[in-house]
């Protein structure tokens, strides 16, 4: 269970960040793309019981983390009624309306940072349908905030995270 909380939090900055990618690779990315190296990623999300805190070691590579937000964007448009990107004052904000499984999910976030040496980003988003036959509503709130550490990974390979006490998982 850990492992699959440590992935959802991690991957939420990865979706977030590929949340307005162009409809064609040649077009020019609406969002920051986090750069090459390592990063530490510390992540606290809350659905209602108190925020949960992650914090993780993350080897990012240039061209996986390009066609990781290809990819995001292109199910965004797939799976969104609405889709709006704006950038104001160094902060971009999205928007969203989605629909997945029989559940729609409304979000609003907001990216700052440079993504060269920081970042910060707040994902606000409600989930509501059925789970089981049952009606559900999750109201969730993700912080996280990353810090550039060197531009070599260590022993980590691109897309791998790892916690503090050395358990590595794929997230990208």
């Not at 797939?78 to 928007?95: L, M, R, W």
Request: hydrophobic letters at 40%.
């Amino acid at each position: 269970m850990q492992r699959l909380a440590t992935f959802i939090l991690v991957t939420a900055t990865a979706a977030c960040l590929a949340a307005a990618a162009p409809v064609a690779a040649e077009e020019a990315l609406d969002l920051p793309l986090r750069k090459a190296g390592q990063w530490q990623l510390t992540t606290a999300m809350d659905e209602g019981k108190g925020p949960r805190q992650t914090v993780l070691t993350m080897c990012i590579e240039a061209e996986m983390e390009k066609k990781t937000v290809l990819a995001s964007g292109a199910e965004h448009r797939a799976n969104c009624s609405t889709y709006e990107v704006k950038k104001v004052n160094g902060t971009t904000t999205v928007d969203a309306a989605c629909a997945y499984d029989q559940r729609t999910v409304k979000s609003h976030t907001e990216m700052s940072g440079d993504f060269q040496t920081a970042f910060a980003v707040k994902i606000e988003s409600t989930t509501s349908g059925a789970a089981r036959g049952q009606p559900v509503s999750v109201k969730r709130t993700i912080l996280q905030e990353g810090k550039y550490v060197a531009p070599s990974c260590g022993d980590l390979q691109a897309g791998e995270a790892k916690d503090p006490e050395g358990r590595k998982v794929m997230v990208q």
